[in-house]
């Protein structure tokens, strides 16, 4: 096996069990290993500190499977798998819904590696070397460890790039007869679309928020911003809304809006679907001079990573700003960003000066998170990346 040696002083982060390795950190390798191979890391006066996977073309050239010295193998990951679902078992997710992420990388100790279950359906993005290496072994796995016949691919995320691997996508084992399946959640129904759909086909991180708007919405007007396949605009009208506007850029994610509006049987005819640009229908509200009761902004990722940040920040302010406005006294907004690169303290900041600038008092009643099938390790804080603030306009 081949084995990296950190360099002087960089053993910290390794001690602290972060799983990530930087290129940096590790002296010149004498041999080098293929991508997703096992290696070793030690420290630099030579001792044992960790075991992982061997990435040439990242940053992040070797991700830690283990700190401790035990054999890489299908035991291994059959330990990880398990620990993994039994972990969702115990978290009494499954019984309020049929679709929910059993496997979230670092955060169940596999590195690169998200398995979501739709329905009898699963779906796996391999993200790095090492994810790759062990796929085919992961995959007989997660068919013995579920019980459960279909597994499709949506190894598409931009991310494979970095670690030198192409997009693939595509049925696994077993056969899904069309890739739109209908998911259970919290007695909502959600056609979601495993082909086509965003990430692995729908925003599972969401649910316990879905349901929060839904607890909020009676007799209100919503303005349902970003809504993709509808998933805030269902639970508002589940939860009574007088009436939903939803706004999304893609035309197929609204024709889904319509058709989980109906799956549901709830009236279709409290809810206007506007293909917009979120930023552009914004300003028209504004000088329309609408306003509405709730409005929820679930934008996708502005800063995947911390050098779009500034502009990002930029964004968050300008759609939190004209939200404020069009807020009447005593709506809520329920706002979220879900870039790695902003953290919860400095999206507090963003909505904030955002208020201020609206000329608008509001207080946050409550800060929401993912959803309890995306945990967090603690020694992996980049995990978190979900944040979400409930405020109440004065
Ligand atoms: N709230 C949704 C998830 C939102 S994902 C849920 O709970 O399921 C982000 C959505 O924003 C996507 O559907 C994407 O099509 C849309 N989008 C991205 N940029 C946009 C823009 N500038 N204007 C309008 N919609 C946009």
Redesign the pocket.
Known sequence: MTRLILRPGREKSVLRRHPWIFSGALQPAMDEAASGETVDVLSSKGDFLARGAYSPQSQIRVRVWTFEDEPINADFFRARIKLAIHSRDTGHLMSDTNALRLIYAESDGISGLIVDRYDDTLVLQSLTAGSEYWKETIVELLLEETGLKNIYERSDADVRELEGLPPRVGMLRGAIPDSRITISEHDLKFLVDLEHG?KTG??LD?RA??RGVRLLSRDEDVL?????????TVNALAGGAKSVLS????AE?LTLVRRNIELNDLPLEKVQCLE??????LRKFRDERRTFDMI?L???KFAPTAAQVEKAARGYKDINLLAFKLLRPNGILVT?S?SGGIDAALFQKIVASAALDAGVEARIIEHVSQDRDHPIALNFPEGAYLKGLVCLRK
Not at 226 to 231: K, Q
Not at 247 to 250: G, L, N, R
Not at 276 to 281: E, H, I, K, L, T
């Open positions: 965003h729908f925003y969401q928020n879905r349902d911003c970003f809504c993709y396949t509808g998933g805030f706004v999304d850029a893609s994610a917009a640009d979120v930023f552009q229908a929820v679930d934008p996708p979220f879900c």
